[in-house]
């Protein structure tokens, strides 16, 4: 497994589109969102003619797209007719046209807010792209959201996402969850909510790292709830993430009030770039850090709702290191 590299929103787009056009033998893309724009256009091209030159091709994302298409739930009529849902309908075909493997995850839930997925990653042959924050989305939030993803070349870290799509395709066809679960590789585990409600793997892990720990670094774009929030309250925290008047989403802000007041007091975070970004670190009382790095917020209602995460907990300091860098230069 070569050095994971932390890359920004537009590097990865640019990354990501050269590695598909090299794609030998798979392209697996997996994300909350799924939209055309400047900034994702030429992945997106990119996997449709790869798709086209024989190359397997999977993508998966979620139903959620086309409330974000047309900017709100009360926009959201059966028929779809808004310009921009319009051109989301339109790129699933042209994939599924070129010969692409297309689903829309989460179609069979009623409730909007429960089923989702919100797991991210790209794989290209043995290239991943994860464990980072970054949807396949408007340019906005390529030019005024802070976050990252981790560009690793792995085919163990490959495969294992490949098989966890494909395990999710087939669930999601027969409306069903898949279990909460973890796998070690050489750089520490990979963790993944199945997208049951009532528990979430990766809040629980965050749960009991915190309690173990000396000092803790969150950043989120959500406020923490529930028992992790607790946990951040008693112990030696730094805690970023949105202020109120970052967001401009009736959703997100409800998120963020749904934490205490006086978490919101103690938020830190005070940069005008909407924080997208996810992850903590913490430092244990032997002075041995680990972290939590990937598209899990940190807050209780994700596991209540049963949505799907991937995120990767690992001591490694090389990984650490990095998310320090990039908590320096683009959050503190």
């Excluded at 979620?62 to 319009?86: K, V």
């Excluded at 199945?194 to 892990?205: A, E, H, L, N, Q």
């Excluded at 670190?281 to 972290?291: H, I, K, L």
Aim: proline residues 2%; aromatic residues 8%.
């Amino acid at each position: 497994m070569r050095n994971p590299q932390l890359v920004l929103p537009l590097d990865y787009m640019e990354q990501a589109a050269k590695a598909v056009r090299r794609a030998k033998k798979r392209v697996f893309l997996i994300g909350l969102t799924l939209f055309r724009s400047d900034s994702t256009g030429q992945l997106l091209d990119a996997m449709i003619t790869a798709a086209q030159r024989g190359i397997e091709v999977h993508v998966a994302a979620d139903f959620a797209t086309y409330i974000n298409a047309m900017r709100g739930i009360r926009d959201l009529p059966l028929t779809y007719r808004n310009r921009s849902a319009r051109a989301v309908t339109s790129l699933g075909k042209d994939l599924t046209a070129a010969g692409a493997q297309f689903r829309w995850l989460g179609r069979q839930y009623g409730y909007l807010f429960m089923g989702r997925t919100h797991s991210k990653w790209l794989v290209v042959d043995n290239m991943v792209f994860s464990f980072g924050g970054v949807n396949i989305d408007r340019d906005s939030n390529f030019r005024n959201h802070t976050d990252y993803m981790f560009r690793i070349e792995s085919q163990e870290l490959a495969d294992l996402l490949v098989n966890e799509q494909v395990a999710i395709e087939k669930v999601d066809k027969k409306g069903r969850t898949a279990r909460n679960h973890s796998s070690k590789i050489s750089i520490g585990k990979v963790l993944f909510d199945g997208g049951k409600p009532g528990r979430s793997m990766i809040y629980d892990t965050a749960l009991r790292l915190a309690r173990q720990a000396s000092e803790i670094l969150l950043v989120s774009q959500h406020c923490p709830t529930g028992r992790l929030g607790k946990v951040l309250a008693q112990k030696p925290s730094r805690i970023y993430f949105n202020q109120l008047k970052n967001v401009d989403s009736k959703q997100n802000q409800l998120m963020i009030r749904l934490g205490k007041p006086s978490m919101r007091r103690n938020n830190l975070y005070n940069r005008a770039k909407y924080l997208h970004s996810k992850f903590m670190v913490f430092t244990m009382p032997d002075g041995s850090r680990r972290a939590i790095t990937g598209s899990h917020n940190f807050v209780a209602a994700s596991s209540r709702l049963g949505t799907r995460e991937v995120a990767l907990e690992t001591d490694d300091e090389k990984i650490i290191s990095q998310l320090e860098k990039f908590f320096h230069e683009h959050i503190e």
